[in-house]
């Protein structure tokens, strides 16, 4: 196939159409998939198209700021613009205001396909309208390539669809390509999320919760809440099993929600028992600098009204935490001021440069499982962890060790100076219903 450099391509196409008073190229949504059908019957061997959604992101709310007369104007300017675009060959149709149907070609060489929907989001930038005033413009578009993924009209136009609404759900500004294989991944994912939407609303889901013990004087320094699903078929589900392709989504923050206060309800049952209990819960960096998040969980404190921030702690990822450091350190800072405590968690397998963790702002660092496992068999092990809780004390963390399984792992970590530990030497994550009895019987054990 013959390459072609499509920039240059669309700049003559621009400059020949420069003066069209008219959208000569527009049809009604109707007369698209028709134009699109007739387009494949008369296609030559060998021959691609690109079907294209384009969407306008945000247009709610950028109607309301500039005014729907204004943003009718600028919607027609970027309507021209792409009709230049797309050029005599092209087609171009207007689903609804701000939504287009576009037909893209000739393509000359599967190569060009990125750098004509580079080129298509690039002409979606700022326009001035009447009133001299800049608007802020992206759209999210979905691609699908005749033949490649699909050779009926329908489907092209549908599979396009598709890729448009993925890529406003990866965060809108971005195009995307169909691929049936990742579509079938988003399908799956999506119904993930609307099983465990479910779970949450049939009441399936139920905290465990792990203590953290203080190594020194053996003093309770709270308890992990750790969710569980007690799926009606399958029997006691451990986060692996349903949580990594769903914590991302949205029901990533119905989770958290639902997790915080179910925490919540639980530390006023114990408090109401005479046992005080911290508890920390995990909740994703992103949730965190959710602007709904912090106001909802002092909703929810509001309710539960023997529960202060000081009992609850958030635990972040250190892999989400270098996300997006500088906004969740800015976040992280209004929790504190209210007295919410934080965690780094799982630390030493994110790869957060040492810059980064000096800056953030948690009480405690958790060092993962994976630094604990060997210590008490292999002597760099045991040296790497003691850096790594000299590093964490020099940064003014408190170190949580995690993963502990053994008495022999216990005392290196407390002869290396680690304060707190976790792990199944100490307990395994047990119900709420347990956790009294098991307090009450380590106070017993460890009375000193
Ligand atoms: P995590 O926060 O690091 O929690 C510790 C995990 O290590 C838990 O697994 C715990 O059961 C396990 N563990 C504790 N002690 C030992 C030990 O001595 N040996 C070994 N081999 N494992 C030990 P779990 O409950 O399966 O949770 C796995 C991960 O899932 C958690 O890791 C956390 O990142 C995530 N997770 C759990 N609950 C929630 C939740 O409510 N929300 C979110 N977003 N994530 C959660
Ligand atoms: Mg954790
Ligand atoms: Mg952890």
Redesign the pocket.
């Given at each position: 196939m013959m390459t072609f450099n499509v920039v240059k391509l669309y700049r003559a196409l621009i400059e020949k159409y420069r003066f069209a008073r008219s959208l000569p190229y527009m049809f009604p949504p109707a007369h698209f998939a028709e134009k699109l059908a007739l387009a494949i019957k008369e296609s030559q061997k060998n021959e691609v198209f690109v079907i294209c959604n384009v969407n306008i992101d945000n247009l709610t709310e950028l109607n309301q700021a500039h005014g729907f007369n204004n943003m009718d104007k600028v919607l027609k300017i970027i309507e021209e613009r792409i009709c230049y675009l797309c050029g005599a060959s092209g087609i171009v149709s207007r689903i609804s205001n701000g939504e287009l149907l576009l037909l893209l070609r000739p393509v000359y060489s599967l190569d060009d396909i990125v750098p004509m929907l580079r080129h298509l989001k690039n002409s979606i930038t700022n326009v001035r309208h009447d009133n001299e005033k800049h608007v802020a413009l992206t759209a999210s578009i979905g691609a699908s390539i005749y033949p490649i993924e699909g050779v009926k009209s329908e489907i092209l136009i549908r599979h396009a669809n598709l890729a448009m609404y993925s890529a406003k759900q990866s965060g809108k500004n971005r195009y995307e390509i169909y691929d049936s294989q990742s579509a079938f991944v988003e399908k799956n994912k999506f119904h993930k999320c609307e099983l465990l939407r479910q779970a949450i609303v049939n009441k399936e889901l139920e905290?465990?919760y792990?203590p953290k013990i203080d190594l020194g004087n053996s003093k309770i320094l709270g308890m992990?809440?750790?969710?569980?699903w007690k799926h009606p078929v399958k029997g006691l589900l451990?986060?692996?099993a349903f949580?990594p392709e769903v914590?991302s989504n949205g029901v990533?923050y119905e989770?958290?929600l639902?997790?915080v206060e179910s925490a919540a309800s639980q530390i006023h049952e114990w408090n109401l028992q005479g046992i005080y209990l911290c508890v920390?819960?995990?909740?994703?960096g992103a949730?965190i600098i959710h602007k709904s998040f912090l106001p909802d969980v002092n909703k929810i404190l509001h309710k539960y009204h023997s529960v202060t921030p000081q009992m609850l702690e958030f635990?972040i990822?250190e892999s989400d935490a270098i996300d997006d450091v500088d906004r969740l350190t800015e976040a992280i800072q209004s929790y504190k001021t209210l007295g919410f405590k934080f965690s780094l968690?799982?630390f030493g397998t994110g790869y957060s440069s040492l810059l980064h963790l000096k800056a953030f702002p948690a009480e405690y660092v958790?060092i993962?499982?994976a630094f604990?496992?060997g210590i008490a068999k292999n002597e760099k092990d045991k040296e790497l962890l003691e850096t790594i809780i000299k590093l964490s004390h020099t940064f003014n963390f408190q170190v949580i060790a995690?993963?502990?399984?053994s008495g022999q792992q216990q005392q290196i970590l407390q002869d290396m100076g680690c304060k707190y530990a976790?792990?199944?030497?100490?307990s395994?994550?047990i119900a709420a219903s347990d956790v009294t009895s098991w307090v009450k019987s380590y106070l017993i054990n460890h009375i000193k």
């Open positions: 905290l465990y792990q992990e809440a750790l969710v569980r451990e986060p692996a949580l914590i990533g989770l958290g639902w997790v920390s819960v995990n909740i994703s949730q635990e990822l968690d799982d958790k993962d499982k604990v496992n995690e993963g502990v399984e976790q792990g199944y030497f100490i395994r994550p």
